[in-house]
């Protein structure tokens, strides 16, 4: 199993930013993915999240901010980050699993890509 993602920098607060992940090694079209996220000092936690039909889920954080989309075709899962805050500092991780109890227990991550909010 493989998830590489990229896409984060440094972005000024009511930026955007999209992030990307490609996956590979795992049947991709029938697995739920997540975004999670690990702000600095802090524990890592559930952003966002898609099932293999494409229903989407999102922490109340970023409901109406971010979007989660993903493209079977190219075993690729994204998160579209609209109006960014600097509490949405943080390393970003793709992951496998729907949920934050899914992620968990499929324990796949990727390396995580760096996402800075500040002026």
């Known amino acids: 199993v493989q998830l590489l993602e990229s896409g984060g920098g440094l972005v000024q607060p009511g930026g955007s930013l999209r992030l990307a992940c490609a996956a590979s090694g795992f049947p991709f079209s029938s697995a739920a993915m997540s975004w999670a996220r690990q702000p600095p000092n802090e524990e890592p936690e559930w952003v966002s999240g898609i099932d293999n039909d494409g229903t989407t889920y999102y922490t109340a954080s970023v409901r109406g901010r971010f979007t989660i989309s993903r493209d079977n075709a190219k075993n690729m899962v994204y998160l579209r980050m609209n109006n960014l805050k600097p509490e949405d500092t943080a390393v970003y991780y793709c992951?496998?699993?729907?949920?934050?109890?899914?992620?968990?227990?499929?324990?796949?991550w990727g390396q995580g890509t760096q996402v800075t909010v500040s002026s």
């Open positions: 992951a496998i699993g729907g949920s934050w109890q899914e992620i968990k227990r499929e324990d796949y």
